[in-house]
């Protein structure tokens, strides 16, 4: 409450059921124009479409070091409707057993993106558009597809 002169509305799982989720972040949320919404991501990560309300979320908790709840999770910000920069933060404690299963749920994430089809370089390799050596050598996705789309215009 110093800090931004309000009290932020917490997300209590327990107390406010998934199907009731939404229409509570646009009572309590939304319409009291909070700026601080704390909760767990494990609460957020499906069903909810408004959240673009929010431009910065603070994970405070490792979601179970599941890439899928992480990704659904930080989904609910960054999507269409959002007009802010998003900022996704996760504080860790460095050295302890936190920061490697944070670690641990970052590659997660990136195989995930990988499998998915959603991760760049990943795409392009798939799709036959880049090479191996190409990658290595630090082209640019964008230099990378322009040359792709541009073989045999000789």
Do not use: M
């Not at 409450?1 to 646009?26: M, P, S």
């Not at 933060?89 to 990988?114: C, D, I, M, N, W």
């Amino acid at each position: 409450k110093e800090k931004t002169g309000e009290v932020a509305a917490v997300l209590d799982a327990a107390k406010v059921g998934t199907a009731k989720r939404q229409a509570w972040i646009d009572k309590e949320f939304i319409g009291k124009g909070r700026k601080v919404l704390i909760v767990n991501p494990v609460a957020v990560q499906t069903g909810l479409n408004n959240l673009v309300y929010c431009s910065t979320a603070i994970w405070f908790e490792n979601p179970s070091c599941n890439a899928i709840v992480y990704r659904q999770a930080n989904g609910r910000l960054d999507r269409i409707g959002q007009t802010k920069p998003v900022r996704i933060l996760f504080p860790v404690y460095a050295g302890t057993a936190q920061s490697l299963a944070h670690g641990l749920l970052l590659r997660k994430v990136a195989v995930s993106l990988q499998t998915d089809g959603l991760d760049a370089q990943s795409a392009l390799e798939a799709a036959g558009a880049a090479h191996e050596d190409t990658l290595r050598d630090s082209f640019t996705f964008g230099k990378a597809l322009f040359e792709s789309l541009n073989e045999g215009d000789d």
